[in-house]
């Protein structure tokens, strides 16, 4: 599944957001994505990839920072 | 500052029947069970119990799906109940006009987020994973449901959970009387929610030997209180909440009065963990009257703990022949967990509102599945098979929990 996929399974399933939302200049909070969600967002990735974010990794903005940074993640520990 | 009358201005709860709050108390005056055979799938041995869920809680709906996200089962029904007392108390969420700094929480769970933890014990033990999600913490930590509640309705004062085993919601209900009756809060919002079908949690009390046993046929009358066959107590989930207000602040707004609160009385067996006492009982019964300014000549009802153990249930009938004497024998005596079943920390919440509704509709449901009375809980007017309508001007409920824990509530009725 690729990063994009994932987020909105993700919203869909946790917050009820529709997929035709999640696009790539949408804003996380807009999209109802506060602290704690983020937290179980970033776990799913971490589940889901087989990839380790670190504690002090800068919370993405938005839907295309997210899926760029999962990205670059992905490259770099495959 | 002079002590306040207390008013209760709302009650909601997540009705094991999959209706309304009348049709709740219809079904439990027409004697109608609540109680289903249970089969999980868990493997190798699946549960396999008389329970009580909560058919037709549209978790979503009622809600969100993102607040809902954040909850485990019994904050969900925890909070949808304080929704549902809220809006009957006439009482708005989100913006409210006037300053709710002052109001507050007081919330009775006997288990808290036990599914959340049970979910990460499977994850780690079962799955062999590492670690669990990060929600597991807010899930499930026993203040969950208080602290949503505080949160949705915008209430800025106290806001705390009380766990004490099957007394959770009674004695939460009872601290809320006290910070209303002060002066500290005019208004509380007060009740219990617990959701005791976690695997490990069921089991458990399995163990205890205290669980009634049944099937598809016979579970809707497996919990019998105060008869010679009773065989134990039937596990519910659950949700109820109340609000109580300050009586002049009630009037002031033009809330509807469903009854006043006029008494709360607790104490402790201190003498053994799951075998009551009478004598420690008969200290929570007295208190709450005289707290409540009843006499016994007052009281015309009492919603018994009435668990339907071998253990219990003669007991709580000796508590109640100490405290009323020659009076016992016209006390109305009914248990409503053999319909509702035992909803642990929300026990005391719907028993509250059971009482709280007889003294509104002057009619008092019945101890479903009573035949033949057990010789040892004689002596006190069992109402049994139909509802019985008839003058009630005061009542109690009582909530007795494993650990000795007494708690006892006095309510008045009020001129409709």
């Known amino acids: 599944m690729e990063s994009l996929g994932l987020i909105r399974e993700f919203l869909q399933d946790r917050l009820g957001v529709a997929p035709d939302l999640v696009v790539s200049d949408a804003q996380l909070d807009t999209l109802g994505v506060d602290s704690l969600m983020m937290l179980e967002l970033m776990f799913e990735f971490e589940d889901r990839f087989g990839i380790t974010l670190s504690k002090d990794l800068k919370s993405p903005q938005t839907v295309g920072e997210m899926v760029a940074l999962m990205d670059q993640l992905r490259s770099e520990q495959s | ?416």
């Open chain 2, 1 to 416: 500052m002079s002590q306040r009358r207390v008013a209760i201005t709302g009650l909601g709860l997540i009705s094991p029947y999959g209706g309304d709050l009348p049709d709740f108390f219809a079904r439990l005056l027409a004697g109608e069970s609540a109680v289903h055979f249970l089969r999980t799938d868990d493997i190798p041995r699946p549960l396999t119990i008389p329970f009580v869920s909560s058919p037709n809680f549209d978790v979503d709906g009622v809600l969100g799906r993102p607040l809902a996200s954040t909850m485990d089962r019994f904050a969900q029904l925890g909070t949808a109940a304080a929704f549902a007392a809220w809006a009957d108390a006439g009482l708005t969420r989100g913006q409210p006009a006037e300053n709710r700094e002052n109001w507050g929480v007081a919330w009775g769970t006997a288990l808290g987020g036990t599914l959340a933890y049970e979910k990460g014990y499977r994850e780690l033990w079962q799955k062999g994973r590492e670690r669990v999600s990060p929600l597991s913490v807010i899930l499930g930590m026993n203040n969950a449901a208080n602290a949503h509640i505080s949160i949705q309705l915008g209430l800025g004062g106290v806001s705390m959970s009380h766990t004490v085993a099957c007394a959770s919601s009674a004695i939460a209900i009872g601290e809320a009387f006290r910070r209303v009756r002060s002066g500290e809060a005019p208004v509380m919002l007060t009740g219990g929610s617990d959701a005791p079908q976690a695997y490990g949690v069921a089991r458990a009390w399995e163990a205890l030997r205290v669980m009634a046993t049944g099937d598809e046929t016979t579970s809707p009358q497996a919990c019998r209180p105060f008869s010679a066959d009773r065989n134990g107590l039937v596990l519910g989930e659950g949700g109820a909440a109340l609000v109580l207000e300050d009586w002049d602040h009630a009037l002031a707004r033009g809330a509807t009065i469903l009854a006043e609160m006029v008494g709360y009385g607790t104490s402790c067996d201190h003498s053994h963990l799951v075998r009551p006492e009478a004598t420690g009982q008969e200290r929570a019964l007295n208190a709450a009257l005289a707290d409540g300014g009843l006499c016994i000549a007052d009281v015309d009802y009492v919603n018994a703990h009435g668990t339907a153990t071998a253990e219990g249930d003669p007991v709580e009938v000796a508590a109640l022949k100490l405290v009323f004497g020659e009076q016992a024998g016209r006390l109305a005596v009914s248990a409503t967990k053999s319909m509702h079943g035992h909803l642990l920390g929300a026990a005391g919440a719907i028993e509250a509102i059971v009482t709280v509704m007889a003294l509104r509709e002057q009619s008092i449901p019945p101890t479903a599945h009573l035949q033949e009375i057990e010789p040892a809980c004689l002596g006190v007017d069992h109402v049994t098979s139909a509802r019985r309508d008839v003058p009630v001007r005061a009542a109690l409920s009582n909530s007795f929990a494993f650990g000795g824990s007494n708690a006892v509530l006095a309510f008045r009725a009020v001129a409709r």
